[in-house]
């Protein structure tokens, strides 16, 4: 169970590089590049009185000439569109089925008492729908902060233009791919014992607070639900970011925000752009 929940607190707030060096923050130059570039590994949820903007990543952000999220989160079709894929079009459908009758029951009871919601309401929505409103019930704090939604307020006050690395449906997709009795089990794990994922939440943002991102990436392949799921969830979208990361590269300095967890290892973006023979290296200074 509980490293279950790591695995699953790890990959949706997506949390996770692998380097002996404790940096988010990577400058990409070389191969020909007229001007550098930065790539910074983000975490989804983070209270306010953790997040950090550290002063070389303010310097990363100001030296840029566009922002490169996962997704454009400028657009603004992007609710609208996501909305239209979580909600399921079978009229055989229903959220229920994912769930055994005495845990439909639990989840019903939590989404009334807790967060004063009638679980019908969601009965033609994927579980994902679900499992992200019970995600901020990790922190402990009343407000959770994203890296990506401060960048995009960075980006409209410099008047930077904002794009994706990826197309929204392309990355909900990826979630297509997790059974929704996989989702169902996650949404349990938390509704079941709260306070135990609270605890193991605030260790994963203290960890990234230090920046110690081999022991995050070491995590990864501690579930078995996640097995067989992992190129589609982080490595081929890596190696389908980098050609988009090159033509941008080659035009300006950009600053790339994705979820931490893509930079780590011999699949991740650091390693994949070093291949490619880029000069990639921390900046902690």
Not at 2 to 25: D, E, N, V
Not at 87 to 116: C, H, I, N, V, W
């Amino acid at each position: 169970m509980i490293k279950r929940t790591f695995a699953t607190l790890l990959i949706l707030c997506l949390l996770l590089p692998a380097f002996a060096q404790q940096s988010l923050l990577y400058k990409i130059s070389g191969k020909g590049l007229k001007q550098p570039s930065y790539v910074y590994g983000t975490i989804h949820l983070i209270c306010p009185d953790d997040f950090f903007l550290s002063a070389p990543l303010q310097k990363a952000f100001d030296q840029s000439k566009s922002v490169y999220l996962e997704i454009d989160m400028d657009d603004p079709a992007m609710m609208a569109t996501m909305l239209g894929r979580l909600q399921e079009k079978d009229e055989q459908y229903s959220l229920e089925k994912a769930f055994t009758p005495q845990d439909y029951r639990k989840l019903t009871k939590y989404m009334k008492d807790s967060m004063g919601m009638d679980v019908n309401a969601f009965k033609k929505m994927k579980p994902l729908v679900i499992l992200s409103m019970i995600l901020p019930k990790m922190l402990n704090c009343p407000t959770a902060m994203a890296y990506e939604t401060k960048f995009v307020s960075m980006a409209k006050e410099q008047q930077k233009e904002i794009l994706g690395l990826e197309a929204l449906d392309d990355q909900i997709d990826v979630f297509d791919a997790f059974p929704d009795t996989l989702e169902a089990r996650m949404i349990m794990d938390y509704i079941n014992d709260l306070p135990k994922q609270k605890a193991i939440y605030s260790k994963l943002v203290a960890a990234y607070k230090k920046q110690d991102i081999t022991r995050l990436h070491n995590l990864l392949g501690e579930s078995p639900e996640f097995a067989g799921y992992e190129d589609k969830l982080v490595y081929d979208r890596n190696r389908n970011w980098i050609p988009v990361m090159e033509k941008a590269m080659q035009q300006e300095t950009v600053l790339f925000g994705c979820g931490a967890m893509h930079l780590g290892g011999d699949q991740g973006v650091v390693e994949l752009l070093r291949k490619k023979g880029y000069k990639v290296e921390p900046v902690t200074k």
